[in-house]
């Protein structure tokens, strides 16, 4: 067992964890072109509102970059980890705000992503819009999910 008295899982998976915390720290903080150190070379992206896989970080920033860029300002208000093996499934609360035809727009969402790592980076990122369908994916019951890692709040 390592010096710490956790199993070489369990200290993965707090790895991961911290790893996913971070990622959205730097994001809220610079956007995504500052999150892209803990994505591995070789990520690939599955996001159902985009056409087909994105593979790499270059097609990533290219192309959530894209949507990102939309908004004035995208912040990680809520996120909640459930850490099963190597993924973690994030259920996330987003603010974006914008400029619309009448003035600012203010758009709330809440999806769910599902975060592959490997060797310390997010190798898969696949963004979910039903909450149900990333924990049945990563074997968790739906209803049933457990308790996730504590909550960070963003202001």
């Not at 993924?87 to 987003?94: A, D, E, G, P």
Request: proline share 6%.
């Amino acid at each position: 067992m390592p010096e710490s008295g956790r199993k070489p899982m369990e200290t993965t998976i707090a790895r991961n964890v911290e790893t996913n915390r971070r990622l959205v720290e730097a994001f809220n903080r610079g956007g995504l072109e500052e999150a892209l150190e803990y994505f591995a070379e070789d990520v690939e992206v599955y996001d159902p509102d985009l056409p087909g896989e994105l593979r790499g970080r270059d097609a990533m920033v290219g192309t959530i970059g894209e949507v990102v860029r939309a908004f004035k300002s995208i912040t990680v208000k809520r996120l909640d980890m459930y850490p099963v093996g190597d993924r973690i499934v994030s259920l996330i609360h987003t603010v974006s705000r914008g400029e619309g035809r009448r003035g600012e727009v203010e758009i709330d969402f809440h999806d769910a992503h599902v975060a592959t790592f490997r060797d310390g980076l997010v190798s898969y990122w696949r963004i979910y819009g039903d909450y149900r369908e990333a924990f049945s994916d990563v074997g968790l019951d739906p209803d049933h999910p457990g308790e996730p890692y504590p909550e960070v709040e963003r202001s």
